[in-house]
T-cell receptor, first 115, second 110 residues
């Protein structure tokens, strides 16, 4: 299995809702990432988990809360989002935190719309 | 702070042309450089990975080169096809981060 699976593919939520994005990989990778991508812009790093511990938080607002329950799963909990948070959210994984050996593998993303 | 730039920002060509996409980065202390393809609204598909000790990698009609000392990489696409139309992103890996370039939007018309 050489894939990163993200669910759901599309999500529409109100500003008072609580929702979660899910990411799963079975490649034995020990580093997982969340990226945010706005239209016509490159992906921007949000969080890095290395060996199931949060190693990087790129000053992301607390309304985004990551969680890594085990080495295969990565969640992003969303609460009280703003319309400007609407974007494509991408999950990625790599063997180690530097992506040194085999690079990074990305999922197909969750298209989030906040209304 | 690592900055990655891609030139051109957009490219429109007739099919059959050979193309060169450019990527430059400011800090040569990288582990590797990866080229990705992204179709509209979709995720990222890895095309080629070049380790810092390597000079080039090839896959089918794609060839990527890396000159780490000068902070440059090029992606060469031979005999372009309409199916190659997409955004191409280069990204460099250093410390725990993958930093993306600004992207090149490619359109190949029949």
């Amino acid at each position: 299995d050489t894939e990163v699976t993200q669910t759901p593919k599309h999500l529409v939520m109100g500003m008072t809702n609580k929702k979660s994005l899910k990411c799963e990989q079975h490649m034995g990778h020990r580093a997982m990432y969340w990226y945010k991508q706005k239209a016509k812009k490159p992906p921007e790093l949000m969080f890095v988990y290395s060996y199931e511990k949060l190693s990087i938080n790129e000053s992301v607002p607390s309304r985004f809360s990551p969680e890594c329950p085990n080495s295969s799963l990565l969640n992003l909990h969303l609460h009280a989002l703003q319309p400007e948070d609407s974007a494509l959210y991408l999950c990625a994984s790599s063997q180690v935190g530097t992506g040194r050996d085999n690079g990074y593998t990305f999922g197909s993303g969750t298209r989030l719309t906040v209304v | 702070k690592q900055e990655v730039t891609q030139i051109p920002a957009a490219l429109s060509v007739p099919e059959g042309e050979n193309l060169v996409l450019n990527c430059s980065f400011t800090d040569s202390a990288i582990y590797n450089l990866q080229w990705f393809r992204q179709d509209p609204g979709k995720g990222l598909t890895s095309l080629l990975l070049i380790q810092s000790s390597q000079r080039e990698q090839t896959s089918g009609r794609l060839n990527a080169s890396l000159d780490k000392s000068s902070g440059r990489s090029t992606l060469y696409i031979a005999a372009s096809q309409p199916g190659d139309s997409a955004t191409y992103l280069c990204a460099v890996s250093s410390t725990d981060k993958l930093i993306f370039g600004t992207g090149t939007r490619l359109q190949v018309f029949p």
